[in-house]
């Protein structure tokens, strides 16, 4: 498709297991973003990866929150020993040019809903 | 205080009637602004950019006031397929992208 692809749509997981989530971006966009957007809030910023770079992993909650993107395109969001705290819909973005151009649209896919048991 | 504040709403409005959302933000150094929609159950998507100047899209009206750091939306003639969640927008400049998002306002049209 043309758009950002996630999957899994939806994941139960009991608590204290492990979760993955990918992130097919658009092909081509530099810059890839991932949000955790708990029932009633707005998105929250987690990483950041330029190309395959992670430029800022600010928003990870806790060390046993990974992010990676080795080849600079498919990411893949890692959660470690999940908790009920966790459960929120977990939204990939990604962006042709780099934070700050002009005309710098990003795109979200449509989220994998994450819910610890 | 939040970075971005917005009414949470709900916001339950007649279809055809005039509807406005405001938004304020707390860091002057902002320098983009944007409005999203996010429907029940998927992403956030672009409804429209803010620009100084004020700006209209069809039935969209986007306005920003940077002496008193709010942005409002302006929605006539409003749709049913209106209803939805409206996310206000910030870009800061710092960090990898400095968006920060607010609440949102969720807003509901009534036949």
């Known amino acids: 498709g043309a758009g950002v692809s996630q999957s899994p749509r939806y994941k139960v997981a009991k608590r204290g297991q492990d979760v993955a989530l990918r992130c097919d971006p658009i092909s081509g966009h530099v810059s890839l973003f991932w949000y955790q957007q708990a029932l009633g809030q707005g998105p929250e910023f987690l990483t950041y990866f330029q190309n395959e770079a992670q430029l800022d992993k600010s928003g990870l909650p806790s060390d046993r929150f990974f992010a990676e993107r080795p080849e600079g395109s498919v990411s893949t969001l890692k959660i470690q020993r999940t908790q009920q705290e966790d459960s929120a819909v977990y939204l990939c973005?990604?962006?042709?040019?780099?934070?700050?151009?002009?005309?710098?649209?990003?795109?979200f896919g449509e989220g994998s809903w994450l819910t610890v048991v | 205080r939040k970075e971005v504040e917005q009414d949470p709403g709900p916001f339950n409005v007649p279809e055809g009637a005039t509807v406005a959302f405001n938004c304020t933000y707390s860091?002057?150094?902002?320098?983009?602004f944007f409005w999203y929609r996010q429907d029940c159950r998927k992403e956030p998507k672009l409804l429209m950019s803010v620009y100084s100047s004020g700006n209209e899209d069809g039935r969209f009206t986007a306005q920003l006031n940077r002496a008193s750091q709010y942005i409002s939306l302006l929605i006539r003639d409003s749709k049913l397929s209106d209803s939805a969640t409206y996310l206000c927008?910030?870009?800061?400049?710092?960090?990898?992208?400095?968006?920060?998002f607010g609440k949102g306002t969720h807003l509901i049209i009534q036949p």
């Open positions: 973005a990604s962006s042709l040019a780099l934070p700050g151009s002009s005309g710098n649209t990003i795109y």
């Open positions: 860091n002057s150094a902002s320098q983009s």
């Open positions: 927008v910030v870009r800061s400049g710092g960090g990898a992208d400095g968006l920060t």
